[in-house]
């Protein structure tokens, strides 16, 4: 076939995520760039979208996004001299409970970080923006000025334009049938003949599952039936509207489950109902080869209780007459956040898609996935919507089962000790069931069921004990029993689902070397080695257990199994294969004061190698990895074993006198000894030095970001990875929550938690670098209250010298 076209970076679908990346990239200087789309633009999600433009989230990374689309959009028309529809309305978010207004306040704050002047409004203040909404039964709202809808086909054609006008290209009608990777380049098939590009994106929406299978990737993904129902004019509204010279602000009544606009003189209303629909999921309904502009038949029967709902809350909308429905499918991933970012395992390519609310991220994912094809990283830390954090367990049925519980809970709050029922026990632990005997309240890590806490005979283990923000409940005397136990006496933990990598061939340890800005740890020793960006930036912690030059085991976090793979294939020389060992390996955690007592009645290891040594040894008989460290920093050992040791290992440590303790336990302990979880503590939104590892940085050898580091060190961090106590109410911080001094924004936490062992709540966050000096005090907001917090010392706030780790 000839080559019809070539370019530095092709774009599979034109919806408007697709134009936007398009846009973006050629607003980066990569003019030289084409998009192909099998029908006319925006036919596909897009063409049928409400266009709603929400800044609202409970996610920062994602918040940041929409934040920058409305800015985007607000001068977009203008910038590309195309027309556009664009009502900036303002929202009104209703709350019913006392916990949907904490979850707003911590929204408003996390807005007022980022610069966005979020309100909450009273029940007498809401008719104040809404007139003619029911407020009998609501304790509260959230108003959103900068809420608003855009025409979804002209946003795509302008973002389209705007591209062509820099220089970048747009072909429609060209599918893409095959690709074939040559080692340099991606050959793409199209009835008009071959594209040749060195990057590839795949932006396909519903279709993203079809184009992923031409570069061998099965996408998590599956799609729902979404409806939204259009009504007529209604006079009473009419008048209203003339009269102040605006429209309504969108109406979103988030408890009941759906949003209600007013769409010129009438109502546009979009329920999230459950039970929810989706669409091409089993045998008897494929997915048509196309389904450009067209439709699902009607299916009001389901939403009968939300349009009942909505005509109560604003009776209004019972004068108004049905004008259409519009029925059409809206992908959705396990988790409802789009796929941003590399595709794993394959060279040169990345994804855009699946999107669930694709026109109000579409201008903040065209600048994410700009940065990430330009760059090689973003400027937020965008975990939450790298393709990565899915690791290729997800299969059809359990993509269908989580996207349904997405969709029909799509405004629903995210408690801490909530546990999302559908599709459980993926992934099991060898003593699973013996957990579950003790009492074991489960929660997912990568797939792998992990004990949070354990539950005692008539403790309230259900679904509505879990509905709050606060530190309070049948979890809390539990918890606290278990890290009592860690301090006091010897507690294990079952960890499975470690992500174990291995490098192995000749010039294994000189490539881990290179791309590390840590120095290694000698054969017969264990060290933590951190990885930067370019820009010095926190890319990945892993542990490192060397066997020899030629055989060095990492152990990472469970969900960082596909990202950290990804970074060690980096230049991987030729001769050194790098292996996944996760499914095969076992891991407990023994650890408090009574630990080596324990150890020396049921294994033969030497017991007094020291702290970070690591030895062959065997516990209940079995062979096993003993290694002497411990994440809850007590004195303590790893036990890495086969699978199928694992229960006889586990029956003796219990036999011995082991107290099991859960996640929820590890997390308070850990917190205390200021020691940093992935993605949350340690992210791409900080430096190496910011985040207070120097101590790991090996000056000594070239490696990535060592440049930036140099620049940063020298002209000094500006923010300091600090531990803080907090005098918190019934909550504790969450991820994301401000810091204040003297009514300035100074820092964020990073993860919060109350410390059993020190008897405080505590937090760990970056703050503003002059303030990072022990016994600063400053303010946490936690759930919209401001409460004073203390800067501690440098080191752990719990066994400040490290004696009882090392004992």
């Known amino acids: 076939m000839a080559e019809f076209a070539s370019a530095r970076v092709a774009i599979i679908g034109g919806g408007a995520v697709g134009a936007s990346a398009l846009y973006h990239l050629a607003k980066a200087g990569w003019t030289d760039c084409i998009l192909l789309e099998k029908n006319e633009l925006t036919a596909g999600s897009t063409w049928h979208a409400a266009g709603n433009v929400p800044t609202f989230s409970a996610s920062w990374s994602i918040m940041n996004m929409q934040r920058y689309s409305a800015g985007l959009y607000r001068g977009l028309g203008e910038a590309v001299n195309y027309p556009m529809n664009y009502h900036v309305t303002g929202s009104v ?34 008719r104040w923006k809404y007139p003619f909404v029911e407020t009998h039964d609501l304790t509260g709202a959230l108003y959103d000025p900068y809420d608003g809808d855009i025409d979804p086909a002209q946003l795509t054609q302008a973002l389209a334009a705007g591209a062509r006008q820099m220089g970048a290209r747009v072909e429609r009608f060209c599918p893409v049938t095959a690709a074939k990777w040559t080692g340099s380049a991606w ?132 004068k108004a007459a049905l004008q259409k429905v519009i029925n059409g499918p809206i992908p959705y991933t396990p988790d409802g956040n789009p796929l941003i970012g590399p595709m794993p395992g394959v060279p040169n390519a ?88 003790l009492g074991a309240q489960f929660a997912p890590y990568n797939g792998w069921e992990r004990a949070e806490w354990f539950a005692a005979p008539g403790d309230d283990t259900s679904w509505e004990a879990t509905q709050t923000w606060g530190r309070a409940g049948p979890w809390e005397p539990r918890i606290r029993a278990e890290c009592e136990a860690v301090r006091d006496g010897v507690g294990v933990l079952d960890l499975p689902g470690f992500t174990r990598l291995r490098l192995v061939g000749p010039g294994a340890r000189a490539h881990l070397a290179r791309l590390t800005a840590s120095r290694l ?62 499914d095969r390996v076992h891991c407990f955690i023994v650890t408090g004061p009574k630990s080596r007592d324990l150890l020396a009645s049921i294994s033969e290891g030497d017991l007094t190698l020291p702290w970070l040594s690591v030895q062959e040894a065997k516990v209940a008989g079995k062979d096993v990895a003993l290694v002497r460290v411990s994440f809850a920093g007590e004195l303590g050992w790893e036990i890495h074993c086969d ?50 590892l120097d101590r790991f940085i090996d000056w000594n050898h070239d490696f990535p970001g060592k440049a930036a580091l140099l620049a940063e060190k020298q002209r000094g961090v500006r923010k300091r990875f600090v531990s803080l106590k907090v005098e918190a109410g019934e909550c504790d911080a969450p991820y994301m929550s401000t810091l204040w001094h003297q009514g300035q924004v100074v820092g964020e936490t990073t993860s919060g938690a109350w410390g059993y062992r020190v008897g405080h ?24 209250d401001r409460v004073k917090a203390t800067v501690l010392p440098d080191g752990p706030a719990w066994d400040a010298k490290n004696e009882r780790i090392r004992a």
């Open 93 to 126: 978010r209703l709350g019913h409970s006392k916990e949907r207004l904490q979850e707003f306040r911590r929204v408003v704050g996390m807005g007022r970080y980022q610069g966005m002047d979020l309100d909450i409004l009273s029940p007498e203040e809401i």
């Open 187 to 318: 050959i793409l098939s199209t009835p008009k003949g071959e594209v040749r590009a060195e990057y590839v994106v795949n932006a396909g929406g519903y279709y993203a599952a079809q184009v992923g299978a031409m570069f061998g990737r099965r996408v998590p993904m599956m799609v729902m039936s979404h409806q939204y129902l259009l009504f007529d004019t209604i006079p009473e509204l009419e008048a209203w509207t003339k009269e102040v010279g605006h429209k309504l602000p969108l109406l979103r009544d988030v408890d009941s489950s759906y949003y209600l606009r007013q769409e010129k003189m009438g109502f546009n209303l979009g329920p999230y109902e459950n039970p929810c629909r989706a669409h091409w999921a089993t045998p008897d309904d494929p997915m048509p080869e196309d389904f450009s502009f067209q439709l699902f038949p009607d299916d009001l029967e389901r939403l009968e209780w939300h349009i009942n709902d909505a005509m109560a809350r604003v009776p209004l909308l019972q």
């Open 350 to 437: 990345f994804e855009a898609c699946v999107f669930t609310f694709g026109i109000c991220q579409a201008g903040g994912a065209g600048k994410v996935l700009a940065e990430w094809v330009t760059e090689g990283g973003t400027e937020w830390d965008m975990w939450s919507c790298d393709p990565r954090r899915f690791t290729g367990w997800e299969d059809h049925d359990y993509c269908v089962q989580k996207g349904m519980e997405v969709y029909g809970h799509e405004y629903a709050m995210h408690f801490p000790m909530a546990r999302w029922p559908a599709a459980p026990d993926r992934k099991l632990s060898p003593v699973h069931d013996r957990l579950k005997a």
């Open 521 to 582: 740890p000698q054969p017969g020793r264990i060290g933590l080695i951190y990885f930067a960006d370019d820009r010095g930036r926190i890319v990945t912690e892993m542990t490192c257990i060397p066997a020899s030059d030629e055989d060095v085991g990492l152990i990472t976090a469970a969900v960082a199994q596909s990202h950290d793979a990804d970074l060690l294939r980096k230049g991987l020389p030729e001769g050194v294969e790098l292996q996944d060992w996760s």
């Open 643 to 692: 699978r199928a040791d694992a229960p006889a290992i586990f029956d003796a440590l219990l036999a011995g006198g082991a107290k099991p303790f859960g996640m929820k336990a590890l997390n308070s302990l850990r917190i205390e000894k200021g020691y940093r979880a992935w993605k949350g503590d340690l992210s791409t939104d900080y430096s190496l030095l910011e985040g207070g």
């Open 761 to 784: 709540s505590m937090a760990l966050g970056m703050l503003r670098a002059d303030l990072a000096v022990p016994g600063t005090e400053v303010e946490v907001e936690i759930f919209g």
